[in-house]
C-alpha cells in the first residue's frame, strides 16, 4: 500500500487525546473499559476539537502491567473487545475526521508471548536470540549490574535454559533484543498490520530502552542530586543498558515503513536524565521520526516561568521545515503514568483558576499538544489505598513511589447514575467524589465550565496559525511572569502568562485582545491570568 508522497502532513501543531482504555468507558458492565466505550464516546471526543486521539496499549495481554506487557501484538485483548471492535473505532473516528493514533511497546514483551515461549526452550531454536540471555557469573550472580525500572536487578534467572534473561521493568515483560534483525522485521511486521487497518500513527513506548549496550559493562553509580532514591534503578546511570546509538538506525527503518502509507505520524517516548539529545536524534531530518514527547512538564513538581522557557529553548523557536535538523516537540502536562497536573502544580483553592490558565499555556506551546483523558474536566489526582492499589510499581515501593493508579481511574460521564456513568459493575479503580462532582454531564450544561474552556482553547490554537504553526520568539522569564511571541505568515500574537498567586504589573503590547484569562487586562495580570494580543 504506497500513497501519494505530497499527502498533507496533518500531525504539524495537532492536538492529540489520549485514551486510558480501562478507564474511558465500560461498554459490557465488566467495570473495565473498552474499545467499544470509546467508540460510543467518539462524539465527545470530536466536540472537544482535537485532531487526534492516541490509545494506550489494548493488545493481548495478561495485564502484569495493565497492557505494556504485550502478548500478542496483532490482536485486541477479550477484556477490550475485538479486531472488529478496533476497526469499527477507526471507522467512527475517521468519519468524525478525527486520526487515529496507537502505542508500540517494543523493548519488551509480555513473558507469556509466543516469542518468548519459544525463546525460553532451548538455546538453539529459531527465536533463541530474540531475547537477551546471558549466562550467570561463576558466582551464580546476575551478568552484570544493571537495575530494572520497578526495582531489583534486572536479571531474573530461567531454569529452562539455565540462564539469566534481562528486563528492564517487571521480570513478567523480558527485554526483546532489538539489535537482531530478525526482531526488528518482527516489530515492523506488527506495525504493518495496524496500518493495513487504517491506523494514522504511533506512539513508541520507551523506545530508548529498545537496545542496550551488547558488551553489557555495568553501568556506574549516579552522583547525588538531591532526589530521593526509591529504587536501586536510582543509584545508577543508566548509560549501559539503554540509549544505544543504534536505536536511531531502527528508527529510520520505522519512519521508512510508515513514509509508504503517507503522512503518517510517529512519536517517541524517551525517558530519562539526558533525553533531549536523544529526542533530537529519532526526529532528525526527513528519514526519521516526526516528534518525541517530553517529559519536562510530567514530573516537575511546580511549573515556573523557568521551566517553561528552558523546556522551549531546548527546540530552538523555529518549527522545523523537512530540510532542518530536528523534528517537533510534543508537549504533555498529564498522561496514565504522570500525576494530574493541577494537583501537582496548584493548591486546592486556586484549582479553578489554574486549570484554565494551563489550558490555555498548553494551546499556545509551539509543536503538537497532548490532552490525557479527563484533563479538559480538571480533573484531580485521586488518593487510592494501599488496599485497591493495582500499579505494580506502586505496590513494590509502597509507601514512597507516587502511585499511577491516581491518575488512572474512570471517566466521570455523570453525577447521577451508578458509578458515574462509567460501567455498570464494579469499577477496575474507584471514582473520587471530587471528581464525580466535574462530570461531562454536569459541565456540559454549565456554559463557564472547564470544559468549555478547553473547548474555547483548543479553537483558538485552530483559528489562529501563529499558534498551531508558527515560530515561538522572545521567550522570557522574569519571576512569574512568563511572555513569549508566536508568529506565522504575517499573523503574531503575543502571549503573557501569570504562574503565580499574585498580581504582576505587565504593559501588554498595543494591540487587539485575542484571549484574556482571570481578569487580565493590557495594564496588568491578576494571579494566574493570561492575555494574549495581536499587535496592530
Known amino acids: 500500500m504506497t500513497l501519494p508522497d505530497t499527502a498533507p502532513q496533518w500531525w504539524r501543531g495537532a492536538s492529540f487525546y489520549q485514551l486510558y482504555p480501562r478507564s474511558f468507558l465500560d461498554s459490557n458492565g465488566d467495570g473495565v473499559g473498552d474499545l467499544a466505550g470509546i467508540t460510543a464516546r467518539l462524539d465527545y471526543v470530536a466536540s472537544l476539537g482535537v485532531d487526534a486521539i492516541w490509545i494506550s496499549p489494548f493488545f493481548t495481554s495478561p495485564m502484569a502491567d495493565y497492557g505494556y506487557d504485550v502478548a500478542d501484538y496483532r490482536d485486541v485483548d477479550p477484556i477490550f473487545g475485538t479486531l472488529a471492535d478496533f476497526d469499527a473505532l477507526v471507522e467512527k473516528a475517521h468519519g468524525l475526521g478525527l486520526k487515529v493514533t496507537i502505542d508500540m511497546v517494543f523493548a519488551h514483551t509480555s513473558d507469556k508471548h509466543d516469542w518468548f515461549a519459544q525463546s525460553r526452550q532451548t538455546r538453539d531454536n529459531d527465536k533463541a536470540d530474540w531475547y537477551v540471555w546471558k549466562d550467570a557469573n561463576p558466582d551464580g550472580t546476575p551478568p552484570n549490574n544493571w537495575q530494572s525500572v520497578f526495582g531489583g536487578p534486572a536479571w531474573t534467572w530461567d531454569a529452562r535454559r539455565q540462564q539469566y534473561y534481562m528486563h528492564q521493568f517487571l521480570k513478567e515483560q523480558p527485554q526483546l533484543n532489538a539489535h537482531n534483525p530478525a526482531v526488528q522485521a518482527g516489530l515492523l511486521d506488527a506495525l504493518r498490520f495496524w496500518l493495513d487497518r487504517g491506523v494514522d500513527g504511533f506512539r513508541l513506548d520507551a523506545l530508548n530502552h529498545s537496545m542496550f549496550d551488547p558488551a553489557f559493562t555495568d553501568n556506574p553509580p549516579a552522583p547525588e542530586d538531591g ?6 534503578f536510582d543509584f545508577q546511570q543508566k548509560v549501559n543498558s539503554q540509549n544505544h546509538p543504534d536505536v536511531v538506525l531502527f528508527v529510520e527503518k520505522i519512519a521508512a515503513l510508515c513514509a509508504d502509507y503517507g503522512a503518517t505520524f510517529t512519536v517517541a517516548e524517551v525517558g530519562g536524565d539526558e533525553a533531549v539529545p536523544l529526542m533530537k536524534a529519532y526526529t532528525a531530518g526527513e ?16 511549573l515556573t516561568a523557568e521551566l517553561v522557557v528552558d523546556a522551549l529553548a531546548q527546540w530552538g523557536e523555529a518549527p522545523p521545515a523537512d530540510s532542518l535538523p530536528e523534528g517537533w516537540p510534543s508537549w504533555a502536562f498529564e498522561n496514565h503514568d504522570a500525576p494530574r497536573h493541577i494537583s501537582r502544580w496548584v493548591g486546592e483553592e486556586h484549582r479553578p483558576a489554574f486549570a484554565r490558565l494551563t489550558a490555555a499555556l498548553l494551546a499556545s506551546l509551539r509543536g503538537n499538544i497532548f490532552l490525557y483523558q479527563g484533563q479538559e474536566l480538571g480533573l484531580e489526582q485521586d488518593d487510592i489505598p494501599f488496599h485497591l492499589l493495582k500499579d505494580p510499581e506502586a505496590i513494590a515501593n509502597w509507601p514512597l513511589t507516587l502511585s499511577r493508579d491516581g491518575v488512572r481511574t474512570p471517566m466521570p460521564w ?31 450544561v454549565d456554559p463557564d465550565s472547564q470544559l468549555h474552556w478547553t473547548r474555547a482553547m483548543l479553537a483558538l490554537r485552530e483559528q489562529y496559525p501563529a499558534l498551531k504553526l508558527g515560530v515561538l520568539e522572545d521567550a522570557q522569564a522574569d519571576g512569574a511572569l512568563l511572555t513569549f511571541t508566536r508568529s506565522h505568515e504575517g499573523q503574531s500574537i503575543a502571549c503573557a502568562f501569570n504562574l503565580s498567586g499574585e498580581a504582576i504589573a505587565y504593559k501588554a503590547p498595543k494591540g487587539s485582545t485575542v484571549l484574556a484569562v482571570s481578569g487580565a487586562t493590557d495594564a496588568g495580570l491578576p494571579p494566574y491570568a493570561a492575555l494574549w494580543v495581536q499587535p496592530g
Request: charged residues 20%; without cysteine; proline residues 11%.
Open 227 to 232: 532526589r530521593p532514591r526509591t529504587r536501586p
Open 287 to 302: 528519514k526519521r521520526l516526526s516528534s518525541a514527547y517530553s517529559f519536562d512538564f510530567l514530573y516537575a513538581p511546580a
Open 414 to 444: 455523570d453525577g447521577e447514575h451508578f458509578h458515574a456513568g462509567f460501567t455498570q459493575g464494579e469499577p477496575w479503580l474507584p471514582l473520587s467524589p471530587t471528581n464525580i462532582a466535574k462530570s461531562v454531564a454536569g459541565q456540559e
